[in-house]
C-alpha cells in the first residue's frame, strides 16, 4: 500500500469533501440559486392559483379547505427542513464538513419562519372548522415543540464566544430533536386528536380527490423549491461573510506585525 | 364565502413569510459581495 492510498480519506468522506471547497460552493450555487427562486416562484403561483380560484370546495369545509394548499406544505417543511438541519449535523459532527456548520445555522432560522407559518396558518385553519384558535392536541403540541427546538438552536449556537462550541452544542441539540419528528408524524395515529390523520402517504393511494391533490402537489413542490433557494442563498453569504472576517484578521495581524495563525 | 378572512389571512402570511425571507437572504448575499469585492478586489468570488 502506499503512502497516498493510506492517507486518503474514505470514499464518502471524498465525495462531501469535493463540495467542502467555499470557491466551488460559490460558483455551484451561484448559478443555482436563481434558478430555484424562478422555478420555485413561478410553481408556487401555480399551485396558489390553482388552488385558491380553481379547485373544488369541500364538502364539509366548504372554502375553508383552501387554506389546505399553503399549510400543508409548511407542515411538511418543517419537518424536512428540520430533518435537514439534523443531517447537516451529523455531517458536521462526524466529517468536519466546513459547510455544515454554517448550512446547520442557516437552516435554522428558515425553518423556524416556515414552521411559524405552520402554526399560524393552522390556527386560522382551527378557528373556522374547530371553533378554536388553538388547541393543546398531540399534532400542534408536538409541531409546537419542533418551534421551539429550532429557536433552541438558533440561539445555542451563537450563545459561545468561540463559534465551533457553538456549532458543536447546536448539533447536539439537533440530533436530540430528531426524535421529535417521528412523534410529529405519528401523533394522529397514536392518540385521539382533532387534527385529522395523513391524506397522503409514501406507501398507499392518496385519500384525497385528484383535482386537490395536483394543486397541492405544486404548491408543495414550489415552497420547497423556494425553501432551498433561501437556505443556499443564505448559505452563500455566511461564506463570504467568513470569508470576510478571515481577510479582516488577517490584515489586522499584518498590520500589528503579529504573526497570522495557519 | 363566510370564511374569506381566514383564507385571506392564511395566503398573505404564506406568500408574506417566504418573501420576507428571500429578500433579506438577497440582500445579505448583495451586501457580503459588495464588501468582499472590496477588501479583496483580485478575486470576484460572489459572483463566480
Known amino acids: 500500500m502506499d503512502a497516498r492510498s493510506s492517507a486518503a480519506p474514505p470514499r464518502s468522506g471524498r465525495s462531501l469533501h469535493r463540495f467542502a471547497n467555499p470557491g466551488r460552493f460559490l460558483r455551484l450555487s451561484g448559478k443555482v440559486v436563481p434558478w430555484l427562486f424562478w422555478v420555485g416562484g413561478l410553481v408556487t403561483a401555480l399551485g396558489l392559483i390553482w388552488g385558491l380560484l380553481f379547485a373544488p370546495d369541500d364538502w364539509q369545509q366548504g372554502a375553508t379547505v383552501r387554506i389546505m394548499y399553503v399549510h400543508v406544505p409548511f407542515a411538511w417543511l418543517a419537518s424536512a427542513g428540520y430533518f435537514s438541519l439534523a443531517a447537516s449535523s451529523f455531517v458536521s459532527l462526524v466529517w468536519r464538513h466546513p459547510l455544515a456548520d454554517l448550512a446547520a445555522v442557516e437552516i435554522g432560522p428558515v425553518g423556524a419562519g416556515f414552521t411559524a407559518v405552520c402554526l399560524a396558518t393552522g390556527s386560522l385553519w382551527g378557528k373556522p372548522t374547530w371553533g378554536a384558535w388553538w388547541v393543546w392536541d398531540a399534532r400542534l403540541t408536538s409541531v409546537f415543540v419542533l418551534f421551539l427546538l429550532y429557536l433552541g438552536h438558533i440561539a445555542l449556537v451563537r450563545a459561545f464566544d468561540d463559534p465551533t462550541r457553538g456549532y458543536r452544542a447546536g448539533a447536539i441539540l439537533a440530533l436530540v430533536g430528531v426524535i421529535n419528528l417521528p412523534v410529529i408524524k405519528f401523533s394522529v395515529d397514536w392518540w385521539n386528536t382533532l387534527h385529522q390523520p395523513a391524506s397522503i402517504g409514501l406507501t398507499g393511494a392518496p385519500t384525497i380527490a385528484a383535482s386537490m391533490l395536483w394543486p397541492l402537489l405544486f404548491s408543495a413542490i414550489g415552497f420547497t423549491l423556494l425553501f432551498a433557494a433561501i437556505t443556499v442563498a443564505r448559505l452563500r453569504a455566511a461564506v463570504m461573510e467568513r470569508r470576510i472576517r478571515s481577510l479582516l484578521m488577517a490584515q489586522a495581524s499584518s498590520a500589528s506585525g503579529e504573526e497570522v495563525p495557519a | ?48
Open chain 2, 1 to 48: 364565502m363566510t370564511h374569506l378572512p381566514y383564507i385571506v389571512g392564511a395566503y398573505v402570511i404564506a406568500i408574506g413569510m417566504p418573501l420576507v425571507l428571500s429578500f433579506e437572504a438577497l440582500f445579505r448575499v448583495r451586501s457580503a459581495r459588495r464588501r468582499l469585492q472590496a477588501i479583496d478586489p483580485r478575486r470576484d468570488r460572489g459572483r463566480a
